[in-house]
């Protein structure tokens, strides 16, 4: 291990995080009692900005009314160069104290962003005597933002998260393309001519580079790396390929923009017992091997080493994490 170690943050179940906009107190109590691990309420891109008032006020009385004891609840506020981010903080924190576990910061662009947001909700804890200390998650969806997405990382001792936005991501790119998330035809490579005289086109994904990089900056910092939306709410084969890759990545959830996502997502960032007891099996043949002096040995004719301890216990952990 290096020298210089970041803390983890703290260990919370991010299968699944479902989006719910602030302006209907009908979705939001439907969110509540949903199978999600942490939903945010939104009061941003799902707001009209006319209705961002109500909006807040639907949310106060959401946290201070429903019963949110067995999940995580985060609020997504509106961006640092919207006229609404400051009384997002200000009314839900002072309107419903204690209740809140994160805020979500949209089109994070520099760790200053950060910074700012860390300021006005220590003020607004030191001046209500909040007993519970707020932590945040920022959507990495502006090429700024990924440009300096390690320094966003590292911005405050409050960061727990960072999730990609590709819809925001796509437009601030420039990419070529309209859909929220999924594959695009336009993205792949054609091969030369086969054997047979044939060509294959094969589809490439598009945002690999995006999330590998957002994965690599979340966990060099002890943070969970989270993927973001799927549009196409009709295709939850689509969304659980999209899902999937995202898991074997590194990412510890997805999104959920619609009800039928969340135990998708749970599902599929759950390991399978399958992949638990393999797991436990490198686990006890690397414990036989410590105890005979060996470093590494073979296990269904496969090589394990030291390594494959921290692999496997990163499932066994998860699985533990899981059940509780
Ligand atoms: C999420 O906010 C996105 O832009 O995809
Ligand atoms: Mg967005």
Redesign the pocket.
Known sequence: MSFTVFEQAPARLNRSELAVPGSSARFLEKAAQSNADIVFLDL??AVAPDEKPKARKNIIEALNDLDWSRKTVSVRINGLDTPFMYRDVVEVLEGAPDKLDLIMI?KVGTAADVYMVDCLVSQIEAATGAKKRIGLEM?I?SALGMANIDAIAAASKRNESL???????AASTKAATVG??GPNPNYGVLTDTLEDGSRAYHWGDMWHYAIARMVVAARAHGLRPVD??FGDIKDGEGYSAQARRAMVLGCEGK?AIHPSQIDLANTIFSPSENEVAKARAILDAMEQAKAEGRGAVTLDGKLIDLASIKQAEVLVNKAAQITG
């Not at 999730?163 to 991501?169: L, N, R």
């Open positions: 941003e891109d949209p959507i969806e999730h990609f936005g590709v819809a925001d991501y929220i998330g973001g939306p999104w």
